[in-house]
């Protein structure tokens, strides 16, 4: 579209000769528009900007070390809910490690997994459906049904059997692990969009006037196609990190001295029926987590929308 | 329709012998010697080792290792454990276990997500809709692992309903709270879709002529509205349930039941080869099956969908 619309511009700026002219918009400028005014999207991007914040500068937050135990102070020793952001403030864990502290720290973890996923799988899974949906053909056969195979495989179970093979495992093996096994969930959204895009009018006029396969590509069909792969990566995004904590529950995802709310959920469990704010914390903020990024989906979702406006 | 059949069936071949190299590969080239393993501590014996090596085919390079285990396939042998059991029996034992348990989520993702669904998109934007909405945003966003534990504290331990372990699988009412642990996110997800597709499907045209014409809005409803709008819905509860077969690993792990998924968790961890091929060998045939079943019952269901 947006093309489109700057040709448009000039006859536009002398049709309207009012004081404050319409700038022309693109597409992703003009769901830039529509998002601000959104409510669920500015909850949403606030969540995310303050996890993000805890991931860069966790000890903004608290000044307590999350990894220093002292076992005098363990989960028996009931939360203090009126001391704001110190130690005690939601009680200690099983070795007597700060919950609170810990439920910061363990943000950087979730956020750099999600993203960097995230990144990984729309890069690697959008590059072979742009290639499997531009050429067709036999390229798009194979591609297709490579990604077929990916699909009967569950993301994760393929995940604890790739990371069994990891004796020492931090966020780069999880990270690895779930980008080899998801790329195709982005590689099937990519391909159906391209094959859409690709017989517009202006790409054949694009072709017409000698554009080369990568221009076509990259500066036609790319941003014309990108808006439903920004959408499912918005929302699987949640989903990552959330893989990401069951795997690290199962014992099979990231190991201690990496702090991760999947962890601390698995130790909490042992001690549920005592104190079950030793779940509750960790839960909580990976739910919320989790909620951020699918309301941010959804809102981006309906912004880029054009049947919805 | 049926040239599509056949067609489809061809295409699932290359698949399938695909995801199962995958697995394959996955699981042994992975380091780790499960052989050296069943000594434990002890020294192995070099010939026993050897002896052991030669009779579950790890002497042999890895692509003959597959072969060989792909010509036992298609005889219906899926080899032994490392602890000597046939897998097939595994999988006779843990399988009909699943399946119940698959079965008693898959009947309350229907008997709950739909009429949710169809409330909230009925009257959409009044209480109700913004309650299924908010209730299944929640659902969806709490992970099934932290849902497992609220669950069975609150319902087994706190209120004493139910037990807190599953003790015998055989006995449905023991299901109820494992089954209905596995199947809240995809019972939201039911919800949503319902919503949304009758949502779109109640501006038709045909709903219009449907009201005009002076039907009673039971028929209006149940004979118009609701079979055009549960084309999508069915499509995903058909792909969801090969999915709750395999994806119980957590579900299973909280309640303590002896399904797939449990027998898969361990099995990985203790690199028992044969017993994790063999096990997603059979899911990702249940997945293929159930993708093509749902593509056939989409063409029954919507008679504007034609298969060349």
Known sequence: MPDLIEKNAPAQAVASAEPKPEKPRSLGLDAWHDLRKRPVFIISAALIVLLIAFAIAPSLFTSVDPRAGDLRLHYLTKPNYLHFFQADWFGYDGQGRSIYARMIYGARASVVVGICVTAGVTVLGGLAGMIAGYYGGWVDTIISRVTDMFFGIPLLLGALVVLNAFTTRTVWSVVFALVALGWTQMTRVMRGSVITVKQADYVTAARALGAGTARIMFKHILPNAIAPVIVVATIALGGYIATEATLSFLGIGLQDPTISWGIDINSAQKVIRTAPFALFFPAGMLSVTVLAFIMLGDAVRDALDPKLR | ?308
């Open chain 2, 1 to 308: 329709m049926g040239h599509y059949v056949l067609r489809r069936v061809l295409q699932m071949i290359p698949v399938f012998l695909g995801a199962t190299l995958l697995i394959f590969l996955m699981v042994y080239s992975l380091p780790g010697d499960p052989i050296a393993a069943m000594f434990g501590d002890k020294a192995a014996d070099p010939a026993t080792v050897a002896n052991l090596r030669h009779q579950y085919y790890l002497d042999q390079p890895l692509w003959k290792q597959y072969l060989h285990y792909m010509n036992n396939i298609f005889h219906l042998d899926f080899g032994t454990s490392f602890t000597g059991r046939p897998v097939s029996e595994i999988m006779a034992d843990a399988f009909p276990v699943t399946i119940r348990l698959a079965l008693v989520a898959f009947f309350f993702e229907i008997v709950i997500g739909l009429p949710l669904g169809l409330i909230a998109g009925l009257k959409r934007g009044s209480v109700a809709d913004t309650v299924v909405l908010l209730l299944t945003l929640v659902v969806i966003s709490i992970p099934v692992f932290v849902l497992g534990y609220i669950a069975q504290t609150v319902f087994a331990i706190n209120l004493g309903w139910v037990t807190a372990t599953v003790q015998d699988s055989r006995d449905i009412s023991q299901l109820i709270l494992p089954g209905l642990v596995l199947a809240s996110l995809s019972l939201a997800y039911v919800a949503r879709l319902t919503r949304t597709s009758i949502g779109e499907n109640l501006r038709a045209d045909y709903m219009r002529t449907a009201v005009a014409k002076g039907l009673p809005r039971r028929t209006v409803i149940g004979r118009h509205l609701l079979r055009n709008s549960l084309i999508p819905v069915v499509t995903f509860l058909g792909t969801d349930l090969g999915a709750l077969m395999g994806g119980a690993i957590v579900t299973e792990g909280i309640f303590n039941i002896a399904g797939v998924g449990n027998v898969l968790y361990k099995a990985i961890n203790q690199k028992e080869g044969p017993t994790v091929v063999g096990i997603v060998t059979v899911l990702v045939l249940v997945y293929l099956v159930a993708s093509l079943v749902v593509d056939l019952l989409y063409a029954v269901l919507d008679p504007r969908i034609r298969y060349a």
